[in-house]
């Protein structure tokens, strides 16, 4: 089942602008991840940010996590057209072997 | 290219046949995912080894999947008797001991039930 709820489905922009994806969860995390797909390169980790970490960036990256609202958002900066992939929220639960529970994605379509 | 391999890429077969794929994870990685992913999706999660042990599975992983490990390095995902809702990427993940919570992942096997 899916844990995690992306929004929106899709998002079309130009390129140099900024691009944010949101992430909804149900239950209690331990982590939650973001990944990228695209038809060359198949899944590719992002970044992680734990639950007791609220902010955390990494290059055009920027992700934030609010625990209390279930919810985590993505922000791309300066988009460029090889941004143009889905991705994907990923949570890891408290206990378990760290396996994660992926939503269904926001595809991002970053035109020249 | 020391990334998670997985074999075949491409594997078309009618209802009714069995298939086996294979994943080669990052050596020295001895933690070992599957995960489906059907169009429009994220990947859901089937099952994980450490080492040679398969320690959890989903419940989506119904009496005709088995999966293993033999010697804790590649793993094998058989589905017998496919069906057409099988149809699907069977995409494989590790990540080493002691090391991050982030996964990597192979190309997937991209499955169609005919």
């Known amino acids: 089942s899916q844990q995690g709820e992306e929004d929106p489905q899709a998002l079309s922009i130009q390129e140099g602008e900024n691009a944010t994806m949101n992430c909804s969860y149900k239950t209690s995390i331990n982590n939650l991840q973001w990944y990228r797909q695209n038809s060359g390169r198949g899944l590719v980790h992002l970044i992680l940010?734990?639950?007791?970490?609220r902010e955390k960036h990494s290059g055009r990256l920027r992700v934030t996590l609010d625990t209390s609202k279930k919810s985590s958002s993505l922000l791309i900066t300066a988009s460029r057209a090889a941004d143009t992939a889905s991705y994907f929220c990923a949570t890891g639960i408290v206990s378990g072997y760290s396996t994660l529970t992926f939503g269904k994605g926001t595809m991002l379509l970053v035109s020249p | 290219d020391t990334g998670v391999s997985q074999d075949p890429r491409h594997k078309i077969t009618k209802r009714g046949q069995n298939v086996t794929f294979r994943c080669d994870p990052i050596?020295?990685?001895?933690?070992l995912y599957w995960y489906r992913q059907t169009l429009g999706q994220g990947p859901e999660f089937l099952t994980y080894?450490?080492?040679?042990?398969?320690?959890?599975k989903s419940r989506l992983l119904s009496d005709r999947f088995s999966a293993e490990r033999p010697k804790g390095s590649f793993s094998t995902l058989e589905i017998q008797r496919t069906e057409q809702g099988d149809s699907a990427m069977y995409l494989c993940a590790s990540r080493p001991q002691g090391g991050g919570l982030e996964q990597y992942f192979g190309p997937g096997t991209r499955l169609t039930v005919t």
């Open positions: 080894f450490q080492n040679e042990a398969q320690l959890e």
């Open positions: 940010i734990r639950s007791n970490e």
């Open positions: 050596s020295e990685h001895n933690r």
